[in-house]
């Protein structure tokens, strides 16, 4: 069965940290390119980051930009997102997608909750 499921979210003060999680199961994600994105209530689903299946290329959103860090473990078939400095507009679920080809996967998400 071909499943992502992200995982690290939850509860932090302004100025903390997550570490957001997205394993693959059912299919290996070296030759996907991921992409991180988060919704936020009463709002469109945005993108966040992405990386490219090699790891070479990376991409960030303007407002994430110098606070996150995507990176990938092909070995762990796993991506993550490192999100330092956090701010309450950072609030949302967050989602990971898997895309190559034809192929177009999601997770279920994860909730991050930055509050104090």
């Known amino acids: 069965q071909v499943q992502l499921v992200e995982s690290g979210g939850g509860l932090v003060q302004p100025g903390g940290s997550l570490r957001l999680s997205c394993a693959a199961s059912?299919?290996?994600?070296?030759?996907?390119?991921i992409g991180w994105f988060r919704q936020a209530p009463g709002k469109e689903r945005e993108g966040v980051s992405c990386?490219?299946?090699?790891?070479?290329?990376?991409y960030y959103a303007d407002s994430v930009k110098g606070r996150f860090t995507i990176s990938r473990d092909n070995a762990k078939n796993t991506v993550y997102l490192q999100m330092n400095s956090l701010k309450p507009e950072d609030t949302a679920v967050y989602y990971c997608?898997?895309?190559?080809?034809?192929?177009?996967?999601w997770g279920q998400g994860t909730q991050v909750t930055v509050s104090s």
């Open positions: 990386i490219s299946s090699s790891g070479g290329n990376r």
């Open positions: 059912g299919f290996t994600l070296d030759r996907y390119a």
């Open positions: 997608n898997a895309q190559r080809f034809e192929n177009n996967y």
